[in-house]
């Protein structure tokens, strides 16, 4: 009897090996990336830094309401552009949006810091309710991450000047 036990266990065990070893090697399908939601610090693939107010309400029907902060493209509800003058110069990128690297709101410090080590580190001014800030340069245009300590709080593209400025002294904020 307890030999017929012992055979039964050694017979399930070499079942459940191979039904393991299976299952290790059948490859799962690649994960699909939706370049849609890719911020680049240049912008989107349709929207760039650089474009005119006209021709985003030209070809993205841009409009801005009464009460609105800023500016809101209905096909793109996940950003928020800023102008100087009459040219982008910032957006604004929230979920779904994601940069290239993955990083997106909610992305760990740590990670982030793997990922751009030599970005410069900004703090924000003591007793002040803002984030500090990470700001990783792309060419003539740069990435702003702003922070709480733990996680990415805000992700803005676009002109190194005026991520800057926009962690100094709130340049395009309502």
Not at 106 to 127: F, N, W, Y
């Amino acid at each position: 009897m307890i030999r017929t036990i012992a055979v039964i266990l050694a017979a399930g065990l070499v079942t459940l090996g191979l039904t393991a070893a299976t299952a290790v090697t059948q490859s799962t399908p690649p994960v699909e990336v939706d370049d849609s939601d890719v911020v680049t610090a240049q912008g989107l693939a349709d929207i760039q830094v650089g474009d005119t107010r006209a021709e985003l309400e030209r070809d993205h029907d841009m409009a801005q309401g009464p009460g609105d902060c800023a500016p809101r493209l209905p096909d793109h509800p996940a950003v928020s552009p800023v102008f100087d003058d009459d040219r982008l110069v910032l957006l604004w990128a929230e979920p779904p949006l994601h940069t290239p690297e993955g990083i997106t709101v909610g992305t760990p410090v740590t990670t982030l810091q793997e990922i751009h080590p030599d970005a410069e580190r900004m703090t924000a001014e003591p007793g002040t309710y803002r984030f500090d800030g990470v700001l990783a340069p792309a060419g003539a245009q740069a990435y702003l991450f702003l922070h709480d300590g733990r996680a990415v709080q805000k992700v803005i593209v676009g002109s190194t000047e005026h991520a800057r400025l926009l962690f100094d002294v709130g340049f395009g904020t309502c």
